[in-house]
Nanobody, 119 residues
Framework: QVQLVESGGGLAQAGGSLRLSCAAS?????????MGWYRQAPGKQRELVASITRHGIINYGDSVKGRFTISRDNAKNTVYLQMNSLKPEDTALYYC????????????WGRGTQVTVSS
């Protein structure tokens, strides 16, 4: 059973930084064709924050471009999300997702880590 475990969430002030980590139980990290971070705020739909393919192709959601950075360490089976210049609107539950194939999956989700940004 593939598991993804997020960590690093918490409380930050506006303008501050946090780094999220997502550790995969799958030792063959290259199993994941694409890894991504998503977030969902209360009353809103889940949205893409950032994604990175096994070849290092990166995509960011418009609201985080220039502030967030996604990276992956294949040796540690971990994907990171460095979040800088945090805003109150970044407050959400952040989920890690791993997909064996972008479209057909299978897709795996972590349970999420809460990020709260105070003004």
């Amino acid at each position: 059973q593939v598991q993804l475990v997020e960590s690093g969430g918490g409380l930050a002030q506006a303008g501050g930084s946090l780094r999220l980590s997502c550790a995969a139980s799958e030792s063959r990290f290259s199993f994941f064709a694409i890894m991504g971070w998503y977030r969902q705020a209360p009353g809103k739909q889940r949205e893409l924050v950032a994604s990175i393919t096994r070849h290092g192709i990166i995509n960011y959601g418009d609201s985080v471009k220039g502030r967030f950075t996604i990276s992956r360490d294949n040796a540690k089976n971990t994907v990171y999300l460095q979040m800088n210049s945090l805003k109150p609107e970044d407050t959400a539950l952040y989920y890690c997702k791993g997909s064996a194939h972008r479209l057909v999956g299978p897709h795996y989700w972590g349970r999420g880590t809460q990020v709260t940004v105070s003004s």
